[in-house]
């Protein structure tokens, strides 16, 4: 069957670094996204990989690793504002569909 | 930028009403998709459509259906709206490569 996990559930303090993890089982692979979500928004683009290692942008990293079904999300200099849920999907073959994680939701602590 | 737009931000409807939400996108894509938003669920996919007049289930349709008679216009229609449809509702237009989807602001959709 196809899987994605996240921890439903994640703190953090500001100006910290952190790290969410997403595995995933899935059928077909063409590619794994980032979202961001916001209480009560819909979610916004944060990143894609399809090859293996770190993709950077900003503050925001994410890396994947294909043999092992697994991608992070790494957050530096944490601010109030990326409080939000975080939501990992994958690309099956069709170029059609993504398989959604459940997503993490991302507390923030002054 | 991509604009992906939703007709109702809110909306509460009866029992056995039938309810007409709509997508309208700005960039020519031609997939677009409904999903609905659960707490603890994630994002589950409805239907979508990859072309004007062709749709697919994706995996919860039942209960709802779809039009695409216009490019740029997806439609969610439930045809007897019932309480265990109250919901988050989103829709998507999927851009070229790497084919990362842009959502609309969402429907918060009530059944009473």
């Known amino acids: 069957g196809q899987n994605i996990d996240q921890p439903t559930e994640m703190t953090a303090t500001e100006g910290a670094i952190v790290q969410i993890n997403c595995t995933y089982q899935?059928?077909?692979?063409?590619?794994l996204f980032w979202y961001q979500q916001h209480a009560g928004e819909a979610p916004t683009f944060l990143s894609y990989n399809v090859l293996d290692g770190l993709e950077e942008k900003g503050r925001f990293s994410s890396f994947l690793s294909r043999s092992k079904g697994y991608s992070y999300l790494l957050l530096k200099e944490l601010q109030m504002k990326d409080s939000a849920s975080y939501l990992c999907a994958v690309r099956d073959e069709s170029n059609y569909q993504l398989i959604w994680g459940a997503g993490t939701k991302l507390i923030i602590k002054p | 930028d991509v604009k992906v737009t939703q007709s109702s931000r809110y909306l509460v409807k009866r029992t056995g009403e039938k309810v007409f939400l709509e997508c309208v996108q700005d960039?020519?894509?031609?997939?677009m998709f409904w999903y609905r938003q659960d707490p603890g669920l994630g994002l589950r996919l409805i239907y979508f459509?990859?072309?004007?007049?062709?749709?697919e289930k994706g995996d919860i349709p039942e209960g709802y259906s779809v039009s695409r008679e216009k490019k740029e216009r997806f439609s969610l229609i439930l045809e007897s709206a019932s309480t265990n449809q109250t919901s988050m509702y989103l829709c998507?237009?999927?851009?070229?490569?790497?084919?990362?989807?842009?959502f609309g602001p969402g429907t918060r959709l009530t059944v009473t």
């Open positions: 998507a237009s999927q851009g070229r490569s790497p084919y990362e989807q842009y």
């Open positions: 960039m020519d894509h031609e997939n």
């Open positions: 899935t059928s077909g692979f063409n590619g």
């Open positions: 459509s990859y072309d004007v007049k062709m749709k």
